[in-house]
């Protein structure tokens, strides 16, 4: 038999298995179905989804900024689309295929950021996932160095300084919409999503204390994007808040399941904070109830936590009675009481705080009221009104016209804006940080306008 003959022979036999195998490989390889960019106050996500798994390659480069995926695998893409508007830093999104077959996206950045990145698998509504967080430069702080220079601690009391008092301060109440952004929550049978519902209530909520003379909202998630749990528990602080309601809506795999709940913290969700806040204190130098934990023995540290957690749990459930009291004219409840759970944003030690479980979106009929605005407003009052006989009986005070015993307990300085401020200027030479300067005069971003008067933490 000729060479030829021969080659022809083993062609016509591998030629089909040869086929047959990039076939199969075409048709499992991944593809890229969408991109989504979700704007937060601390960072910017985009969120590639897939029909498959894929490895990926991220870095970075400057001049201008830039951040590059590489996609191993994927056939096809929607990503250069003009319909992407700008989000966050991200100003823009564009694609190429490589020589070696992956998918290059690159993001155009509106100033520089820190990027990381993870993959993930398959859950819920959600297929597989890379995922790609943008720090932006606008959540930096002053150093630490600079912030104890400028805030030299005096060895003693100054005997000339004017006696302190107390008096009553703006009732200050966080108001955190759980979920958000890439987590969306619990979904309802009709497709309503926990983390819309719970958002609505949330600013409903938020209009009705801000009306109430001598109270203040401080909304923790302004929109849709996802915000991590300690965040949440560290804008309260931020904030100097005087009690943390987080907004939720129940799920369960049986459908008839419906009510209301309030939850505060469980001892041993307290046991493990605790433990968790001692162990940090001299890297975190974290404060409770306005006391330098990193300054005290290990004895005392452990005193001085339990005595403000204690006081803090105390206070959730008293503040939880009556709000779960007032939400039962409303909406059946799954309990007569209070209930208790480790969730992680009730941990605040010195802050009163409860998790609210506004309904069941899973069951059909208490969908269908979470969805409608008349129920909202009308379980955000129930939430207000519990709240606000809570504070009848207890008024927060602050001490002023001398050096209290805390910082969080002084007059908040303030600042008129001129021309020229810029907020990061201002968070140094009043030796705080650009964030928590953000948070406590809710602010969506860092743009100032000539007048403002800002309040100084």
């Known amino acids: 038999m000729s060479q030829f003959a021969r080659s022809r022979r083993w062609f016509a036999r591998w030629l089909p298995l040869a086929v047959g195998a990039l076939l199969c490989a075409q048709a499992t390889a991944s593809e890229l179905r969408d991109i989504r960019v ?15 798994a894929s490895e990926h390659t991220l870095f970075t480069l400057d001049n201008p900024e ?38 290059r996206v690159v993001l155009d950045l509106a100033r520089s950021a820190k ?31 600079q912030t104890a220079a400028a805030n030299p601690a005096p060895e003693g ?43 609505a209530i949330a600013r409903k909520l938020a209009d009705m204390v801000d009306d109430e003379p001598g109270f203040r909202a401080v909304m923790i998630r302004k929109g849709d994007y996802y915000l991590g749990l300690r965040e949440r528990v560290s804008a309260a602080r931020e904030a100097e808040a005087d009690l943390f309601v987080s907004l939720h809506a129940n799920a369960f795999t049986d459908s008839r399941v419906r009510g209301s709940a309030v939850y505060t913290l469980s001892p041993s969700g307290a046991s493990s904070e605790q433990a968790r806040w001692l162990a940090q204190r001299e890297n975190a130098a974290d404060l409770v109830g306005g006391v330098d934990l990193a300054s005290k023995e290990d004895t005392l540290a452990h005193v001085l936590l339990d005595i403000s957690q204690s006081a803090a749990i105390e206070a959730s459930v008293d503040a939880g009675k009556r709000v779960l009291e007032s939400i039962g004219k409303l909406n059946q409840l799954q309990r007569g009481e209070v209930q208790r759970a480790g969730f992680m944003v009730l941990k605040a030690p010195d802050i009163p705080s409860m998790l609210v479980e506004t309904a069941f979106i899973t069951n059909p009929g208490e969908e269908r009221k979470l969805g409608t605005d008349a129920f909202q407003r009308r379980i955000a009052q129930s939430i207000f009104n519990g709240v606000r006989g809570y504070f009848t009986n207890y008024r927060p005070l602050r001490y ?40 406590v005069n809710d602010l969506d971003d860092d743009v100032l306008r000539v007048g403002q008067v800002l309040r100084i933490p």
């Open 38 to 52: 979700w704007d937060g106050p601390q960072n910017t996500r985009v969120v590639f989804d897939l029909s498959g």
């Open 66 to 103: 830039r951040v590059v995926i590489d996609l191993r695998g994927v056939q096809e893409s929607r990503v250069a689309s003009p319909e992407l508007a700008a989000e966050g830093v991200v100003r823009s999104v564009r694609s190429a295929r490589q020589p070696d077959g992956r998918l």
């Open 115 to 145: 990027a990381s990145s993870f993959a993930l698998a398959p859950q819920a509504d959600y297929g597989h996932r890379v995922v790609v967080d943008l720090e932006s430069s606008r959540s930096g702080s002053a150093p630490a160095t």
């Open 157 to 199: 009391p100054d005997p000339a300084a004017p006696a302190s008092r107390l008096e009553q301060k703006d009732i200050v109440i966080a108001i955190d919409a759980g979920h958000g952004g890439e987590d969306p929550g619990a979904s309802g049978p009709s497709g309503l999503r926990e983390k819309d519902v719970v958002l």
């Open 400 to 439: 002023v016209d001398g050096s209290g015993p805390t910082q969080a307990s002084a007059e908040p300085r303030r600042h008129r804006v001129e021309r020229g401020d810029t907020l990061s200027e201002l968070a140094q030479r009043y030796s705080t940080d650009s964030g928590r300067l953000r948070n």
